[in-house]
């Protein structure tokens, strides 16, 4: 018995100093994000331990066998909230000078540890536009993410934009929760951008985990991942941060609005669609629908939390995809709840308002459908399966929509909508 636990002292010893002489320096979660500028594109990955001496970079090129570029990566250092209180060392780095269309392949690491080789397009804004738009997503119930893998490999999707709510939760387990999922969804995210902006479950410690493991495009004003705008050609994008009302953070949802009034002063894109995590509108089992008092604030606002809602019409928004609510229903363009209905809901012509779209099926721990709501008179379609939404930029004067069930016919196509504008 001693003699055993003599030898397990030693063996302890010895992994210790094993690892703390080469450590863990394997290379995970490999994801791609857009920096904003189109002739870019970001890498980032994460490493359990550091690198010491060493400077972690992306080589990429234009054919497997000859990276013969590289981009330095720069290193953060950070700790999960958990009780074990673990650091992660994330690193990123900015491949430049990239041509639109070209397919560049890449490996990131050090001299330590290479990953394989992924491979990207960049994307085009002068080309059409598809992409995979949802909430609500984690490895439990995940239904969405084979079906996203191979939409990804089969050339069908050029971004991701998941609108919060990942995991259940980044920072759970000590954040190993995190990591599983980071590196479930590696083989889509090293080969098409995943974007992100917070839900509820990332609020978690100042959203440690959203402005840790990701890098989205600079807003100005806290460079932190949290809200974010994107021109691409004919479209602009606008994602918002709908914790900062549901936590009461007043400073932070005004700064967040002059931004977002801003942004949309500079914007001359012909398309403007807004991505948030928390609902404006939709069905519920409650014949009001949603009316938490996050909801009503986010939409209507008071003194100290400036409302979206009016933003959103006097700026033309076109759409508004949310999630949150863990379904998929899809509304009519719509002025302070008062729905401007016309001659047929799957092909709306120069609206007047914003369509609303909720999109948080994508697959978590709890679901609902149409039997577990009360039709709005807004409402057009309410779906129980499972999927995301599938965004389509056509050309300046369409854009459509679908959601791709993702659980009962896999890939089928439901729901599809036209928007038309002159
Ligand atoms: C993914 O694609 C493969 C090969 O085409 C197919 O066999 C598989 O069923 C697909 N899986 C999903 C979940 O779509
Ligand atoms: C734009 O796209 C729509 C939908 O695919 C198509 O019907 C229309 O003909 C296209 N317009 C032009 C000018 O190509």
Redesign the pocket.
């Known amino acids: 018995m001693l003699l055993l636990f003599i030898f397990q002292l030693f063996f302890d010893f010895v992994m210790t100093a094993a690892i703390a002489t080469s450590g863990d320096n394997r290379v995970e979660q490999v994801h791609l994000s857009l920096s904003g500028n189109m002739n870019e594109m970001i890498v980032t990955w994460l490493t359990q331990s550091p690198l010491p001496n060493v400077t972690p970079f992306v080589s990429y090129g234009l054919s497997a066998d000859n990276l013969k570029w590289t981009s330095k990566a720069t290193t953060t250092k950070w700790a999960d909230e958990g009780e074990k209180s673990v650091h992660r060392y994330t690193h990123r780095a900015t491949m430049k000078n990239m041509s639109p269309g070209q397919r560049y392949y890449y490996s990131v690491g050090s001299s330590q540890a290479k990953s394989n080789i992924f491979w990207f397009t960049q994307p085009d804004p002068s080309q059409p536009l598809r992409m995979a738009i949802f909430g609500d997503l984690s490895l439990n119930k995940g239904f969405s993410i084979d079906p996203l893998i191979n939409a990804t490999h089969s050339g069908d999707l050029d971004i991701i934009i998941h609108i919060g709510d990942l995991a259940y939760d980044l920072q759970d387990d000590n954040g190993n929760v995190g990591d599983d999922y980071m590196n479930a969804i590696e083989p889509m995210a090293a080969y098409i951008p995943y974007m992100v902006f917070p839900g509820n479950h990332e609020v978690s410690h100042n959203f440690n985990h959203m402005v840790n493991r990701f890098t989205m495009p600079k807003n100005g004003v806290y460079d932190n991942n949290l809200f974010w705008s994107l021109d691409f050609g004919m479209i602009h994008f606008v994602s918002l941060n709908t914790e900062y009302y549901a936590e009461g953070m007043s400073k932070e949802t005004k700064a967040q609005y002059e931004w977002f009034v801003d942004d949309l002063k500079e914007n001359k894109a012909k398309w403007l669609i807004v991505l948030l995590h928390r609902p404006l509108y939709c069905s519920t089992k409650s014949a009001k629908g949603c009316h938490d008092p996050q909801d009503i604030i986010t939409r209507e606002g008071n003194a100290d939390f400036p409302g979206l809602e009016q933003v959103f019409i006097d700026n033309k928004v076109d759409v508004v995809f949310y999630g949150h609510k863990h379904t998929y229903e899809r509304m009519w363009p719509m002025k302070h709840g008062i729905p401007i209905k016309s001659e047929d809901s799957s092909y709306i012509k120069n609206p007047e308002a914003p369509v609303y779209i909720l999109t948080g099926a994508a697959g978590c721990h709890s679901h609902s459908g149409p039997d577990d709501s009360i039709a709005q008179p807004f409402s057009i379609a309410r779906l129980g399966n499972y999927g995301y939404t599938k965004f389509h930029l056509?050309?300046s004067?369409?854009i459509?929509t679908h959601f791709i069930d993702t659980s009962d016919n896999i890939g089928k196509p439901l729901d599809r909508f036209?928007i038309e504008k002159q």
């Open positions: 056509h050309n004067t369409h459509s036209y």
